[in-house]
C-alpha cells in the first residue's frame, strides 16, 4: 500500500478512535462495490440524465410506463445485490456500541442486510411500493411478478444497470407497457423512495437530528453530499461545533467544512475496522 494511504487510514482510524459516538450518513459510493451504480462523477456533477422527478412521475402516465418498464429489468440486478465490506465495517462500528445512528441515502436495504439495526432510510426503500392514493403497501418482489406477467415480451430487452434499479433501456416508445394500478384503489403506484422534487418526510428529519445532537463527530461515507437532504446534517454539525471527517472519491459539497477528508474507496478506508 503506498505511503499516502497508509498516512490516510490511520488518520481515519485516530479520528473514529477519538469520538465515542457517531453519526454516519452514507451514499451511493457505499454501493458501488455492490454493482449498484451511481450518478455522479468524481466531480459531483451529474454522469448520466438525472432522475425521473416527483412531478413527472405523478403528472404522466407516459413517465410511468417508461419508468416500470426500466425498473422491470433494472429490479433483477438491484434486487439480487449483496452488501459490501463497507456495509459490514459500518456493522462493526454499530456492533461496538460506536454508532450514534446511520443515516443513508441509499434505497437498497444493504445496511441492513450487512445486520445494522441503526438505520434510517432517509429517501426510503425500492423494495417496497406504495399506493399514493391509499397508503397501502406491497413488497417490490411481488410486485415484479405483477410487471412480468403483464408484460412479458418486456423481459427479452437488454439494458445495462442504472443507478437506484433503474436500467438503460432505451426504445422507441413505452405505450405499450402496462402499469398495474392499486390493487385495493386502482391508485397510482409509486416506489417507496423519495423522489426528486419531493420532500423527505419530517419524522425522519426530526429523528436524524436528535440522533445528531448526541453525537460526537459525524462521518460522511462515499456521499459528494450534493442533494441537500444529506447536506443539511453536515451543515447543522458544523453550526454545533461537531467535527465531521468524509470518506469520498472526489469533491464533495461540504470540502471546506470538513475536518477530515478522505479521498479513498470507501471499502478500503474503512479496512481496518474489519480486522
Ligand atoms: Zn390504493
New binding site residues.
Given amino acids: 500500500m503506498p505511503q499516502t494511504l497508509t498516512a490516510q487510514a490511520a488518520t481515519l482510524a485516530d479520528f473514529i478512535d477519538a469520538h465515542r459516538r457517531l453519526f454516519v450518513l452514507t451514499g451511493a459510493g457505499c454501493s458501488t462495490d455492490s454493482g449498484i451504480p451511481d450518478y455522479r462523477d468524481t466531480d459531483g456533477s451529474w454522469k448520466r440524465t438525472p432522475p425521473v422527478t416527483y412531478q413527472a412521475f405523478m403528472g404522466e402516465e407516459r413517465t410511468r410506463q417508461r419508468y416500470w418498464a426500466r425498473s422491470l429489468l433494472g429490479w433483477r440486478h438491484f434486487g439480487q445485490a449483496q452488501p459490501n465490506a463497507t456495509h459490514h465495517a459500518l456493522q462493526r462500528l454499530e456492533a461496538s456500541d460506536r454508532l450514534a445512528l446511520l443515516v443513508t441515502q441509499n434505497v437498497d436495504g444493504l445496511h441492513q442486510r450487512a445486520g445494522s439495526r441503526q438505520v434510517i432510510d432517509l429517501h426510503g426503500r425500492l423494495d417496497t411500493v406504495r ?6 403497501r406491497l413488497p417490490r418482489a411481488d410486485f415484479q411478478h405483477t410487471l412480468e406477467r403483464l408484460n412479458p415480451g418486456w423481459l427479452q430487452h437488454q439494458a445495462g444497470e442504472a443507478p437506484d434499479g433503474d436500467a438503460d433501456l432505451e426504445v422507441g416508445d413505452f405505450d405499450t407497457f402496462l402499469v398495474p ?7 397510482v ?1 409509486k416506489p417507496d423512495v423519495v423522489f426528486f422534487g419531493e420532500n423527505v418526510p419530517r419524522a425522519r428529519v426530526t429523528d436524524a437530528m436528535h440522533a445528531l445532537a448526541a453525537a460526537d463527530a459525524v462521518l460522511v461515507v462515499g456521499s459528494s453530499l450534493m442533494v441537500f437532504s444529506g447536506y443539511r446534517f453536515v451543515h447543522a454539525a458544523v453550526r454545533a461545533g461537531t467535527p465531521v471527517a468524509a470518506i469520498n472519491l472526489g469533491r464533495t459539497r461540504a470540502d471546506p467544512l470538513l475536518s477530515l477528508k478522505i479521498e479513498q474507496p470507501c471499502a478500503e478506508a474503512l479496512a481496518f475496522l474489519l480486522d
Avoid: K, V
Avoid at 399506493?131 to 397501502?136: F, G, L, V, Y
Avoid at 394500478?181 to 391508485?187: H, L, R, S, V
Fill in positions: 399506493c399514493m392514493a391509499c397508503e397501502r394500478a392499486c390493487p385495493a384503489c386502482a391508485g403506484l
